[in-house]
């Protein structure tokens, strides 16, 4: 079945990095743009950025642009969160996304939700 599969969450201190991953399966992973949205507790699920089926386009939001950045690996049908100088704002339970029709520029104000989600994994930054 398809699946999305995101790991390397964990607890960071305030001005330090984590990479996110997530292993997709189940699909054509080159024929999906994919994204990342997070949720703080208590808050609605937010856009976080999307990425081009090549990968050579990025889209975040304006609060991590400058220190998230998207890639993906078509070959290992993996996406990648880099998150660096972290902030304990940006606590949340991460969840990658993928949807085979919305354009990556689009996902910010999709409309609707991605096609298929991930189970999330936790990001915790202290201060």
């Known amino acids: 079945q398809v699946q999305l599969v995101e790991s390397g969450g964990g607890l960071v201190q305030a001005g330090g990095s984590l990479r996110l991953s997530c292993a997709a399966s189940g699909l054509t992973f080159s024929s999906y743009r994919m994204g990342w949205f997070r949720q703080a507790p208590g808050k609605e699920r937010l856009f976080v950025g999307a990425i081009t089926l090549s990968g050579f386009s990025t889209y975040v939001e304006d609060s991590v642009n400058g220190r998230f950045t998207i890639s993906r690996d078509n070959a290992k049908n993996t996406v990648y969160l880099q998150m660096n100088n972290l902030k304990p704002e940006d606590t949340a339970v991460y969840y990658c996304?993928?949807?085979?029709?919305?354009?990556?520029?689009?996902?910010?104000?999709?409309?609707?939700?991605?096609?298929?989600w991930g189970q999330g994994t936790l990001v915790t930054v202290s201060s």
């Open positions: 996304a993928a949807d085979s029709t919305m354009r990556a520029d689009r996902w910010k104000t999709m409309g609707r939700n991605p096609e298929v």
